[in-house]
T-cell receptor, first 116, second 114 residues
Framework: AQTVTQSQPEMSVQEAETVTLSCTYD???????LFWYKQPPSRQMILVIR??????QNATENRFSVNFQKAAKSFSLKISDSQLGDAAMYFC?????????????FGKGTLLTVNP | KAGVTQTPRYLIKTRGQQVTLSCSPI?????VSWYQQTPGQGLQFLFE???????NKGNFPGRFSGRQFSNSRSEMNVSTLELGDSALYLC?????????????FGSGTRLTVV
């Protein structure tokens, strides 16, 4: 079974600084997707960035970028120029691309605090 | 366009009762998934419906059930509620294909069982 591990329960960063959130996963599959979701106090999970495993290039979305290391099964999220609005719980998630199972497997999350 | 709508936002029920939660997906999305979120277990997959058929099911007891209607709206039902069912229930909609599109989540229903 696939598992996703986020080893940092909490992280903090100063406004305008850069922070990196870690995620590792375990799977025997070679074709899958990885996601980072953000959950602010409003509770709604918001997609931050996605990575397709067959693409070697790391995904980037404005201030958010990932470091995808397929062999190491690592998928970290880098937030540059941190803003107060980035404070939230961040979840790393995995989804197998093939077969008939479309579920997302989530890590336990990392609570990010942004200090002014 | 309208997002994923979950109703109600909050619910308080007594042990032994049953409850029905509703989820309206983004227009055009045919897949609806349900997740249970608790502080201890994190986010766990309940089930997924596509075109009115349950396509996947997580490891939850039979007290948890769901259905999807022809307009893609979905309901989740929990019978004989237990204290441990207290959680945030999140619904997510997607196109339902194998593409890389992510899932769009609703704001959840906070269920408290007393």
């Amino acid at each position: 079974a696939q598992t996703v591990t986020q080893s940092q329960p909490e992280m903090s960063v100063q406004e305008a600084e850069t922070v990196t959130l870690s995620c590792t996963y375990d799977t025997s599959e070679s074709d899958y997707y990885l996601f980072w979701y953000k959950q602010p106090p409003s509770r709604q999970m918001i997609l931050v960035i996605r990575q397709e495993a067959y693409k070697q290039q790391n995904a980037t979305e404005n201030r958010f970028s990932v470091n995808f290391q397929k062999a190491a099964k690592s998928f970290s999220l880098k937030i540059s120029d941190s803003q107060l609005g980035d404070a939230a719980m961040y979840f790393c998630a995995y989804r197998f691309r093939g077969g008939s199972n479309y579920k997302l497997t989530f890590g336990k999350g990392t609570l990010l605090t942004v200090n002014p | 366009k309208a997002g994923v709508t979950q109703t109600p936002r909050y619910l308080i029920k007594t042990r032994g009762q049953q409850v029905t939660l509703s989820c309206s997906p983004i227009s055009g999305h045919r897949s609806v998934s349900w997740y249970q979120q608790t502080p201890g277990q994190g986010l766990q997959f309940l089930f997924e419906y596509f075109s009115e058929t349950q396509r996947n099911k997580g490891n939850f007891p039979g007290r948890f059930s769901g259905r999807q209607f022809s307009n893609s709206r979905s309901e989740m039902n929990v019978s004989t509620l237990e204290l441990g069912d207290s959680a945030l229930y999140l619904c997510a909609s997607s196109w339902g294909d194998r593409g890389p599109s992510g899932y769009t989540f609703g704001s959840g229903t906070r269920l408290t069982v007393v």
